[in-house]
């Protein structure tokens, strides 16, 4: 099978699964070129609540393949970065599912997921500085902005794996898995995603990604929606809401 992005939706829940066995998963430029596009199709369709991205078998992502740094490493990067802004723009709930090596494009991408889990075995990496790259300033804020200046530092100046252990520390990575038990975990957590309302998790991501300008938006929006009256009415009740604002709302 070519280099490529699969997806499927399952229980409201859309799969990306980075598809490059051959090479641990290396992002060509084709499926850099693919992910903004896929990603804007899952975003319209109203049946998918949450997205995970994974890599195919037991590696996450190895990266950039380097193959395609030969002929213009400007952009290529370039390509990268519009895939990952892409990722972070996502606007539903993203989690990535990390088992094995997750590195240099590979972190890139799971940066910009609003959540990571790993499996205990995982490694994570931010390797330019082998290749001699400049890393994307976007990319630089982004990763400084979800584990530190001084995390951020020691991955970029070095180009060293760290483990899970120092992951979790850090910030970089949610909740580590034993070996085998990251499908499960991830199903569960996504059906709790699902459950809940998707009015307080889309202000919720723009507010903790930093916007100011939608504090009115969101107010109209929950004045408007019955999720509140829902969510207070289910728990009166002891059964599970049924919230129903959209996108659309």
């Keep these: 099978m070519e280099p490529q992005l699969l997806h499927r939706v399952t229980e409201s829940v859309a799969t990306v699964v980075i598809h490059h066995p051959a090479k641990r998963n290396a992002m060509t430029a084709a499926m850099w070129r693919a992910l903004p596009p896929l990603l804007d199709t899952l ?27 030969k ?7 370039g390509l990268a970065v519009l895939a990952e802004e892409a990722l972070a723009a996502f606007p539903k709930p993203t989690l990535a ?12 991408l799971a940066a910009a997921c609003d959540l990571r889990f790993a499996e205990e075995d995982a490694l994570f990496g931010v390797t330019p500085a082998k290749l001699g790259i400049v890393y994307p300033s976007s990319s630089t804020r ?20 760290i483990d899970t252990a ?13 070996a085998g038990g990251l499908g499960k975990r991830v199903a569960e957590f996504t059906r709790v995603l699902v459950s809940r309302s998707r009015l307080t998790q ?29 969510g207070v009415a289910a728990f009166l009740e002891r059964r599970q809401p049924r919230f129903t604002w959209t996108t659309s709302g």
């Design 43 to 69: 975003a319209a369709d109203p049946d998918v609540r949450a997205l995970v991205l994974t890599g195919e078998g037991a590696t996450f992502c190895a990266g950039a393949d380097i193959s395609t740094l």
């Design 71 to 77: 002929g213009s490493p400007a952009e290529a990067q």
């Design 97 to 108: 599912a990390v088992r094995g090596h997750c590195v240099g494009g590979g972190s890139q």
């Design 142 to 161: 982004r990763l400084a902005s979800l584990i530190g200046p001084a995390a951020t530092k020691y991955l970029l100046f070095s180009g060293e794996l």
């Design 166 to 178: 120092r992951a979790l520390r850090t910030g970089l990575v949610d909740e580590v898995l034993p």
């Design 202 to 230: 889309a202000a919720a991501k723009e507010f903790a990604d930093g916007r100011t300008d939608r504090d009115a938006h969101w107010a109209e929006q929950a004045r408007a929606a019955d999720d509140t009256a829902e």
